[in-house]
C-alpha cells in the first residue's frame, strides 16, 4: 500500500507557473506508475499526465501537451508535475494517483487528497 500527499498547487496569474509535487509513503514507490488528473467544478475528473515506474516513458492528455512536464525521482519517493504557460481553463483541484499499471485512465489504486490550482486571467 501507498499513501500520497500533494503539495505546490496555489494561486497564480495566467502565463504564470507551478510545480507539484506528490509525496509517497513506503519502500515500493519504484514499483508504482504514477499519473496525475484533475477536476474543476462540476466536470469529470480527468487525465493530465503520466509516468512510467523507472520514468522512462510518459504520456500527456493533449490539453497541456508541450506545457506541463512530469517527472520523478524514485530514490526520493517524489513525482512533479511542471506546470508551464498556465490558462485560466487549467484551474482544478489536482489529484496524484498511484498503480501498478501505467495507464491514462483514472483507474488507479491510490489517490491523494488533491491541491487546488487557480489560474487568474
Known amino acids: 500500500q501507498v499513501q500520497l500527499v500533494e503539495s505546490g498547487g496555489g494561486l497564480v496569474q495566467a502565463g504564470g507557473s507551478l510545480r507539484l509535487s506528490c509525496a509517497a509513503s513506503?519502500?515500493?514507490?519504484?514499483?508504482?506508475?504514477m499519473g496525475w488528473f484533475r477536476q474543476a467544478p462540476g466536470k469529470v475528473r480527468e487525465f493530465v499526465a503520466s509516468?512510467?515506474?523507472?520514468?522512462?516513458?510518459?504520456s500527456y492528455a493533449d490539453s497541456v501537451k508541450g506545457r506541463f512536464i512530469i517527472s520523478r525521482d524514485n530514490a526520493k519517493n517524489t513525482m512533479y508535475l511542471q506546470m508551464n504557460s498556465l490558462k485560466p481553463e487549467d484551474t482544478a483541484v489536482y489529484y496524484c494517483?498511484?498503480?501498478?499499471?501505467?495507464?491514462?485512465?483514472?483507474?488507479?489504486?491510490?489517490w491523494g487528497q488533491g491541491t487546488q490550482v487557480t489560474v487568474s486571467s
Open positions: 509516468i512510467s515506474r523507472s520514468g522512462g516513458s510518459t
Open positions: 494517483a498511484a498503480d501498478h499499471v501505467h495507464s491514462t485512465r483514472p483507474g488507479y489504486d491510490y
Open positions: 513506503g519502500r515500493t514507490f519504484s514499483s508504482y506508475a
